[in-house]
């Protein structure tokens, strides 16, 4: 089932999302502190 | 053959995994980081972003499931004669002036009422030319790129950087000759403005339709019945137009009521950009855009309370639910990356991102809702954009790209 799905990576997926969330966590405390 | 088929269009995901299919992996995925995204938002206090986070995502979803692409409809329109994405964009921006003018006339809402002139008329010609290089407008870039398009990336940071560079020209520009603001429900009251707006646009519908019907006999409509049952297509996309103009006009009018102004996008790159720059040491106060009260306001706060922002990241985490849904995560990045369309994509971004700020909005913030909220510059902007479109479309062959 999976190798019919188009191509991608879980991880960078996960990463992807990763990266989203600690740059706006990031600017979000560095705006507050 | 048949496998890459499948893996482009989707069906096969779609049946193997499940009842309704879709992507297990990346459905829960984005829905655990949308949640951990909306957890932030709500721990602001403000159940307004919450709500327009909740709102962009909604438009995530109804971007990627009708496809409504502003860019591949005006090229098919200009290249093939076919109006059905231009009509559609036309409907959705009648429907909007009928929902959007009253409310801003009732004092509910302030409209996107920008000055017009030379600045105007040259952004959107830039941005127009740039949205058929870059492959995407405004809301066609963000959705492809949350949808894992892997090239429309690129699109999206020369954006980003064009649009910053936007900023540091544009008080020179602002201090040429100008119209200033035109809003078109107060020059002709509200209800003229509206009837004169949806008169235009069905003038502009039908003659788009008469020249469709010239060159092949028929006109595509905007209605055509799902292959499958209406709530599986609700599901897992493939929706026609018509119910992308429907989501689109009704989300638009949640967005105006919520956040007391209408959709917009690029201000939200523009912002990001900027930001960008201050982390890593760049003054940002030595260009005057940024000493202005509101952009100096929202460059020091927190990008959770910039509206524009957390609705683009609800747009993003909605365009990439809805591609989870569909089995189709990803699937833009079957196309191989050259040089020819890497280089379109940096320099459409650049454009866009620059054509956005000197023409006070995008595809989304001056097109659709300009127009909407009875502003001139939004007319203008249309005009320009679809003759910049023209000349990007003749130049997408010397970058290898399809027409």
Known sequence: VSDRRPPYSRTAL????????ALVAFDHLASAA | VSTLAEAINGESPRR??????????????VLLAGAILGAMVWSLGSPRLFWLYLIGGGLGVALYHAAFGFTAGWRNFIVRRRSR???????????????????????QANGNIAPVGGFVVLGSFL???????????????????????????????????????????????????????VNLALTFDPLGGILLQVALLAALGWVIMAVERERHGDVERLLVAPGQSWWRT??????????????LAGLGLLTLLVAGQPWGITFAFTLWGAKALAAVGVDMSQFEYWTW?????????SVLLEVTSVMAFGLILGAML?????????????????????????????????????????????????????SLHGWVWFVFGFLGSIVGVALRPRFGMEN
């Open chain 1, 14 to 21: 996960l990463v992807t999302l990763a990266i989203i969330i």
């Open chain 2, 16 to 29: 193997a995994a499940g009842a309704l299919g879709g992507d297990r992996f990346v459905i829960t995925s």
């Open chain 2, 85 to 107: 994405g231009l009509r559609a964009q036309l409907l959705l921006i009648g429907i909007a002036s009928v929902l959007f003018i009253p409310v801003i006339a009732a004092g």
């Open chain 2, 127 to 181: 941005f127009g030319l740039g949205m058929q290089l870059g492959g995407g407008c405004g809301s066609g870039t963000l959705f492809t790129v949350a949808a894992g398009n892997r090239r429309m990336l690129i699109t999206l940071l020369a954006f980003i950087a064009g649009s910053v560079i936007g900023t540091l020209h544009l008080p020179w520009w602002l201090s040429g000759p100008n119209m200033g603001p």
């Open chain 2, 234 to 247: 609700l599901i897992t996309g493939n929706w026609p137009l018509l119910w992308g103009v429907v989501a």
């Open chain 2, 293 to 301: 009260s509101y952009p100096a306001q929202v460059l020091e706060q």
């Open chain 2, 322 to 374: 809805a591609a989870g849904l569909a089995g189709r995560y990803n699937a833009g990045s079957l196309n191989r990356l050259g040089l020819g369309n890497v280089s379109a994509a940096v320099i459409g971004g650049l454009l866009m991102g620059y054509g956005a700020r000197l023409a006070f909005g995008c595809n989304i913030g001056a097109f659709f809702s300009g127009i909407a909220t009875g």
